[in-house]
């Protein structure tokens, strides 16, 4: 049986490492980034251009993308808060370096997340976000867009679907290459991403992609992930190992791990591109680095 | 909103404990069912009559049974594994003792698995099955039965699907008051749990209730409960805190954790007759109690 095919978007390397207290070394960065090619993710969050006072971890973006493979068949995302970021992503291929493939650029839904977030409203945040896309473009940088906290804040908690797919809506003006929702604080139920992205998908009329950003936070990850799935998305984030954590909930797990996901998919019938065993590999590699068991429950059983 | 209710059967003192290596007083595992019903626990599976050489943990089973409370609005359920253990379950309630109300026949769905952890095929597991249900009628004991490893063996892999309702249907004959697939070893999908769970319920033909008995071992148990609940399946195993290991996985988790399954039905507008945080505050005594942390994510985000 197939049903379909998934493309896994590997962001161990940027949001699975934000949080990590102990700064990883530009090599073993390197390092990490080569074993998910070889496990077969073909496109990965490598960095993010923020201020590295704000995110320590980050401060060798621009270092990492310089040392990323050259490969053509890989697409290598990098995040982006502001127009200043963008402008960091475009340096990253001057003087005929690779560089980086497409920015990732993020609205938060929910003014009072985003004011403490990015000191920015919701609607500062879109008339920014939609300036960042025109600026990408303009510059011939691909650009994606992700609403995060778009299953709650930690904050305001009850986030509505009206605001995330009004976001949406003003978003899918600029033609970004995709849309994400993000449950940055991993709340979310299969029940709600399966209504809210089935209303993305008729707000987006099949013209823009969906993809799905999950965390396991509250052990519903996967179970979103599925319904996601369901409601027709086809693009998913996680990370190696579920790196990541949850700044609101220091004891709390990350992303959605990666084995996990492609475990749960494979033996549904959807094919992933991904070498489960390879993954489970890379997992026990960086297990070993970090000193301490990572949360995929795939690679805990394997 | 409200979608419908399910019923919990907290099965953290029987499949939650077994596999504990220090022995769990009888006075401590009292103190974790009566906090049990504290949050809300109406059917609980309070200890399995299996012989004591072969799960220590479970040699007290008569002395917890008599010290259970006298709640005429619980349902106490023995796990019995033969007719030996159905007589025990009866030897409960002699001299007017209250004892347990329900006995919880257990069937596995493979000939190798069966023959190495009950000494039976499946054409022999099931005369003997069918032989308790019988003699726990004839003699005034409600019955039901569980099917485990219905997604999948240790040892022989796939579990077709049509020997999973071969048995289901000649169970069916004689009445018990429940079926309940179990995911044993923690393999099963929710594209799995929505298919499987669907035919038996039209095996079933309605007339014989479904459980469903998930295990987290590779993640996808809150999706597997998610998928169940969408087949037609109001009453799930849970266990506080996803206490129970798996054998096969010695470093992987147990059965679906309550706080986890409560916290994605409840949030998706079922009504579980659980109180959460009471949930929660019983997970942090008994992690104390254990030394350890336990696996649910909902209770580690809280």
């Given amino acids: 049986m197939s049903f379909g095919t998934i493309e896994l978007v590997e962001v161990g390397p940027r949001d699975g490492l934000q949080n990590e207290p102990d700064i990883i070394s530009t090599e073993v ?11 077969g993710a073909r496109r990965l969050e490598v960095a993010s251009f923020v201020h590295p006072q704000r995110v320590p971890q980050m401060a060798d973006a621009e270092a990492v ?76 940088m691909r650009a994606q867009v992700t609403i995060s906290a778009a299953f709650g804040c930690p904050f305001e908690g009850e986030v509505k679907h009206e605001t995330v797919l009004a976001i949406a809506e003003e978003l899918a003006i600029e033609n970004p290459e995709e849309i994400a929702l993000a449950d940055t604080i991993g709340v979310g139920t299969p029940w709600e991403a399966g209504e809210l992205f089935g209303k993305l998908g008729e707000t987006l009329g099949g013209k823009i992609p969906m993809r799905a950003h999950f965390h396991n936070t509250r052990g519903t990850g996967i179970a979103n992930a599925w319904e996601a799935y369901k409601a027709g998305v086809r693009t998913f984030d996680a990370s190696l190992g579920g790196l990541g954590g949850c700044p609101f909930a220091p004891r709390a797990t990350g992303n959605i791990a990666t084995e996990d996901l492609i475990y749960m998919m494979a033996r549904s019938g959807v094919d992933t591109g991904i070498d489960l065993a390879a993954a489970i590999a890379a997992n026990k590699w960086f297990a070993d680095v970090l000193g301490r068991e990572l949360p995929s429950a795939v690679a805990r059983a394997a």
Same sequence: chains 1, 2.
């Fill in 29 to 39: 960065k390197l390092d990490l980034i080569s074993r998910m090619i070889g496990y």
């Fill in 65 to 140: 993308i310089a040392g990323l493979p050259d490969r053509s068949d890989c697409t290598y995302i990098g995040l982006v808060l502001n127009k200043r970021g963008v402008m960091r992503a475009l340096a990253t291929r001057e003087n005929g370096a690779r560089g980086v493939d497409q920015v990732g650029c993020v609205i938060v839904a929910s003014d009072t997340f985003g004011q403490k977030n990015q000191g920015q409203t919701i609607a500062e945040g879109l008339a920014e976000t939609r300036d960042m896309l025109r600026f990408a473009r303009a510059e011939g």
